[in-house]
Nanobody
Framework: VQLQASGGGLVQAGESLRLSCQVY????????IAWFRQAPGKEREFVAA????????NYADSVKGRITISRDNAKNTVYLQMNSLKAEDTAAYYC?????????????????WGQGTLVTVSS
């Protein structure tokens, strides 16, 4: 299984970014996918997850209302639309494939991880 995250960059507070996670090498539509992030000097934290069908999602309280996760099973891709970005959203963002089909948020539920894409929000 390979996951390739992209779309990170430097933006100003209040602006938007869309991250993409392309997944290769397994039956994409059977498993949930999530995004996690890790800021410098901090532990990795859950951001959002989406079930195999896309009908169920799960978000961290800190991003609810600003960030939307979606998936296109035909393209083996998961997206993270981030709006109204804040300086505290600055982090490396990682996508991961769950061992389950439901939208869980514990990092121990995720078996495969991408390399990360860096998001920097200037205030």
């Amino acid at each position: 299984v390979q996951l390739q995250a992209s779309g990170g960059g430097l933006v100003q507070a209040g602006e938007s970014l869309r991250l993409s996670c392309q997944v290769y090498g397994f039956t994409f539509h059977d498993y949930s996918i999530a995004w996690f992030r890790q800021a410098p000097g901090k532990e990795r934290e859950f951001v959002a997850a989406i079930s195999w069908s896309g009908t169920n999602t799960n978000y961290a309280d800190s991003v609810k209302g600003r960030i939307t996760i979606s998936r296109d099973n035909a393209k083996n891709t998961v997206y993270l639309q981030m709006n109204s970005l804040k300086a505290e959203d600055t982090a490396a963002y990682y996508c991961a494939v769950s061992i389950y089909s439901i939208a869980t948020k514990s990092s121990s539920d995720f078996a495969s991880w991408g390399q990360g894409t860096l998001v920097t929000v200037s205030s």
